[in-house]
Structure formats: structure tokens, C-alpha cells
């Protein structure tokens, strides 16, 4: 149910491409979606936190040149950065051999990392993807979407035994990133003040950032803040939503919008254990923009490229997907299922960016046509309609 989808995404990928890249958060379902790939053939796993395992790996030529015949698979692969070179002259050897698919599975969690390593190295031999939290076409068979914008979409908090269980696992993960992950990747980030600026995003869900403001808000300087956000986006934990700027004649907000890319991450920090403490918090339809637009995101066609668009007259579309520089769908976000009707400034954007499909996002389970060619539909339909595009 968790990795179906996906699932048959990397294994179609194996078969055309000698290597592929699964990138995550930790917690995401990484290490079971690749055993579960590995299982179906002959393979070899390996994880890299695990120092048996990484000292096994510590001359990978060797080890990696007996293992032709399988699928080899390595977890939290940007910790070896010098296996891509190895791994690019096996490739090669392979592929001189007529073995050109299928050879090798890597794990990680740090996507820019792991993409500039892999990218200067692998160039034409590796592929891309992203395994993102449960979603809500993936978790309708076993919990409510209300449950799932409260706890979020990592597997172990949301199939949790109780609202309390599921926050209290939602602690324990914030904890392990402050305390254990983060000074991995820099040292240099202190585990308090990173908690506090985390916590200061989830209550600016989905604003405009404003690097000057949070920067003194934590004392620390504009660029030492910049630092600590870019971590935070490699690690998949935050996105930056860049602004729609085309050439339209018009004055466009140029700053990005901060999301917490999982819900119950959001509430955890916040301390918002249960429905009712979400909708009664000020966060509320923040929260539920940010949850709708992973939740659209994660089954978008990797071209399609998102963006916000806002004036500063007001004119605004919550989410612009852009299919390519002639196609493209605008979405508004409404929390509230009783009065979904766009705002005016809503379809003066669409005008303006000349978009092809305009929809309004609301919680409820039927679709009707609006006017002005507006769509109003649950966000399941719009995922639909993504996953059969990229098909």
C-alpha cells in the first residue's frame, strides 16, 4: 500500500538505467521499498551507517566487482563519496560487457549532497527519485485524510497506535535529526537554536521568507541563517516554494515561500497533538495549504516544475504547475468545503499566466464546475489527473 506506486517507478527505471538514486528523509520507507525491489531478484544490501557493512565497503572495488550478477544495493550512500568513481568505472566495464541496466540501487538522505556527487561522477548513468511520506490516494485504505494532515505522512507515525503514540514518535524523530543527524552533514549548527528556527518555520507556514526578520529573531546573521535553511532542504525537510516570474508586466513578489514538507512535523513542533488543536491554532489553513501542496506535488510528472505566483496588488494562485513555458495549471487552496469559491484575485492571475486548467482545492469528495472555467474538486482528483499524465 505505502510503496506500490513507487515501487513499479524504480523497477521500471532498473531496467533501463544502470543505476538509480532514491532520495527520502530518514523514515520515509527507503530501506523497505529497496528490499522489497531487492527481493524480487538476485542482490546485495548494504548500509553504510552500519560500520560492518561500511568497513566491507572500504576497498568497493573489490567487494563491488564480485557482486556482477546482482543488484547491488547501498543505504545512505553520501557517506562514501568516493563510491561513485568506483562505481562509474564498473558501469562502464559493464556496458562494454552488453550489461547495460539494473546494477545498482542507492539510498539517501541528503539530495543536494548526494546529487552533486553523484552528478559530476554519473552523468548518463544514473536516475532520479524521490520516495516522499504517504500520500492520500496511498493512504486511504487505512486512515482518514484528516488523520493524515494531523500526524503526517511517515509510516510509523501514522499508523501509530493512538494520537499520543504517533507525537510522541514525531518527537523522538525531531530529537534524532537535532541530535544525531544534522551534525553529520555540519557540526558547526547548534542542536538548540536549529530547534528553535525550525519552530519558527512550522509558525510561518507557508509565508513569504523573510531572512532578516528570523535571522534576528535567532541573533544570528542573514548568511549563518541561509546556512542552517539550506541544510534543511537538503535534508527534504523543508521546501522553497520560488515565485512564479514570467515576463508579464506587473510588480511579482520575488521571495520564496517556506513550507515544512510534512504535516505532522509541523504539529509536533507546535504541540498540536490532535485535530481539534490543529484547527483551532492560527496554523490551520497554512498547515492544510502545505499538506495539499505535497500531497500534489508527490504525484507530479517529474518535468513539471511548481511555483507560487503573487502580485503586490494581491493577485495570487496558491500553486502554479508549469508543464512547460505553454501549459499550465493554477490552484487555489481552500480549507473551508462550505464556500469554495476563488477570489477575484484568483482569476486575474490565471489571466495573467494564461493558465490552461484552473482548479480550487477544497476538502470535499465531489467535483463541479464553478465559472470562469474554474474546477472545484477534492486534491485526490487533481493527483489522478497528474499520475495519468505521467503515464
Sequence with gaps: MITRRLQSSIEQLLSEQAAVALLGPRQVGKTTLALDIGAS???????????????????????LGRQRDKLVIVDEVQRLPGLFEVVRGLIDEYRRRGERTGKFLFLGSAS????????????????????????????????????????????????ASSGRSSMTWRRDFIRTYLERDIPQFDSRVPAETLRRFWTMLAHSQSTLLNTARLAASL?????????????????????????????????????????????????????????????????AGSS???????????????SVTPY????????????????????RWAI??????????????FHAACDTIDARRRIVVYPGERSFEQGGNVETCPASAVMRDLIALAH
Excluded at 507560487?308 to 501549459?327: C, H, M, N, Q, W
Design 332 to 345: 487555489e487552496i481552500k480549507r473551508s468545503e462550505a464556500d469554495p469559491r476563488p477570489s477575484k484575485g
Design 41 to 63: 531478484r538476485p542482490s546485495i544490501y548494504f548500509d553504510l551507517e552500519n560500520p560492518g557493512d561500511a568497513a566491507v565497503l572500504g576497498e568497493p572495488r573489490a567487494m
Design 288 to 302: 492544510w495549504e502545505g499538506f495539499v501542496i505535497e500531497n500534489i506535488l508527490s504525484c507530479a510528472p517529474q
Design 112 to 159: 543536494v549532497q548526494l546529487l552533486r556527487q553523484s552528478s559530476e561522477t554519473l552523468a548518463g548513468r544514473i536516475a532520479y527519485r524521490e520516495l516522499e511520506p504517504i500520500d492520500m490516494l496511498e493512504a486511504v485504505a487505512v486512515t482518514e485524510v484528516d488523520s493524515l494532515w494531523v500526524r503526517g505522512g511517515f509510516p510509523d507515525s501514522l499508523l
Design 308 to 327: 507560487f505566483y503573487r502580485t503586490s496588488a494581491g493577485s495570487e494562485i496558491d500553486l502554479v504547475l508549469e508543464f512547460s513555458p505553454s501549459k
Design 219 to 283: 541573533a544570528i546573521d542573514v548568511r549563518t541563517l541561509n546556512r542552517y535553511l539550506d541544510l534543511l532542504v537538503d535534508l527534504l525537510l523543508v521546501r522553497r516554494l520560488q515565485p512564479w516570474s514570467g515576463n508579464v508586466g506587473k510588480r511579482l513578489v520575488r521571495s520564496a515561500k517556506i513550507y515544512l514538507r510534512d504535516s505532522g512535523i509541523v504539529h509536533a513542533l507546535l504541540g498540536l497533538t490532535t485535530l481539534e488543536d490543529v484547527l483551532a491554532h492560527p496554523v
